[in-house]
């Protein structure tokens, strides 16, 4: 009798795995796909209900004789024509069409249009939305935004140099050298990473500005690197471990020296690992934005410009979600560099 049921619920089983992958999925996928849907809105569609699931090519207008010039409406899904704009300036309307409806038009464009409502009363006219027009006036209306993405760039640089040099180095010191303390002094690198980035932030502004590293790109670098030189510590002692000190010891045999040894040798081995710890600071400095709205004033990173496009006075969601898909190009452009080294680390070291 338990055998005739044994399939069943071997079936049961995997039925209920593959529901649980397709949850995950499906929880994961539908904010990401909202958010590049949003980006690509215009400006009356984002803050439309319900919120279109896909960004229109192109918008059907009407364009008819008004109280105070001409007046412009857009059709809407159910068919009907929405009044936009009342108006007899031609720069107004090319204006508001451009930056509320992404639709670029000319003023000759208008003018012939506005001719022909003289003539006929109404007129219909179809035109291409500018799909790509919420990243334009993302930097072209918010504060600082490119040189806030260079200077980004900047900072997860230097937090990838300063985790990596420090943090490389004191991982194959734990790895290779034997010393009193050296649990304990592995375990408490982890200490920094206990408390929030706001609690280390509060008390670096002193600091940094006695130095007078306050709102400067190394600033926030030494900051940021705080918590990555932990996190690459164990990752890098760890990789380190798995590469036989004899390899080494062959090569100075051989006439190597220790850092001939470890440069030829062991570097190459270790390098899935440091690029492991390489993605996690630049991931960590480059979406860090508690400590960088603290610790910067005039010249903020391009998370904070994206946080500022957002809750500003003049603050959109479809601009910000613009920033926001300009915010994951640089990490998803740095993991397909470091892809082939990240999947060695996965799969294990082979020696």
Do not use: C
């Amino acid at each position: 009798m338990a055998s005739t049921f044994k399939p069943l619920i071997k079936a049961s089983r995997r039925t209920m795995f593959y529901l649980f992958v397709v949850s995950i999925t499906v929880m994961i996928i539908t904010p990401l796909f909202f958010l590049i849907s949003l980006s690509f809105l215009s400006t009356d569609a984002s803050y439309s209900y319900p919120l279109p699931l896909l960004p229109s090519l192109s918008e059907n207008y009407e364009l008819t004789t008004g109280e105070r010039g001409y007046l412009l409406s857009l059709e809407q899904r159910n068919g009907e024509y929405k009044t936009m704009l009342d108006t007899d300036d031609m720069e107004k309307m090319a204006v508001y069409m451009k930056t509320r409806l992404s639709t670029p038009i000319s003023i000759p464009e208008l003018e012939e249009l506005t001719a022909r409502v003289d003539h006929e009363g109404t007129v219909y006219f179809k035109r291409r939305s500018d799909l790509l027009n919420n990243y334009y006036t993302f930097f072209q209306i918010t504060r600082d935004a490119g040189p806030a993405f260079i200077r980004s760039l900047q900072i997860a640089g230097m937090t990838i140099l300063i985790s990596l040099s420090i943090g490389g180095l004191a991982g194959y010191a734990f790895a290779r050298y034997t010393f009193i303390g050296k649990n304990l002094l592995k375990f408490s690198t982890l200490f920094v990473r206990m408390f929030p980035a706001i609690a280390i932030a509060l008390p670096m502004v002193i600091i940094l500005a006695k130095m007078g590293f306050y709102d400067q790109p190394i600033g926030l670098s030494l900051v940021y690197s705080i918590g990555s030189i932990a996190l690459t510590i164990w990752i890098t002692s760890s990789i380190f471990m798995g590469i036989p000190e004899s390899l080494e010891e062959a090569a100075q045999v051989f006439g190597a020296t220790k850092f001939q040894a470890f440069l030829r040798v062991t570097f190459p081995l270790a390098l899935p690992g440091l690029a492991a710890a390489a993605m996690y600071a630049f991931l960590g400095a480059w979406n860090e934005t508690v400590s960088a709205i603290i610790l910067t004033q005039f010249n903020p990173t391009f998370s904070v410009v994206v946080y500022q496009s957002l809750v500003g006075a003049t603050g959109q969601v479809n601009l910000a979600a613009a920033g926001g898909m300009v915010m994951a190009i640089p990490s998803v452009i740095f993991t397909f560099f470091i892809r082939r080294y990240i999947r060695q680390m996965w799969g294990g070291m082979t020696i």
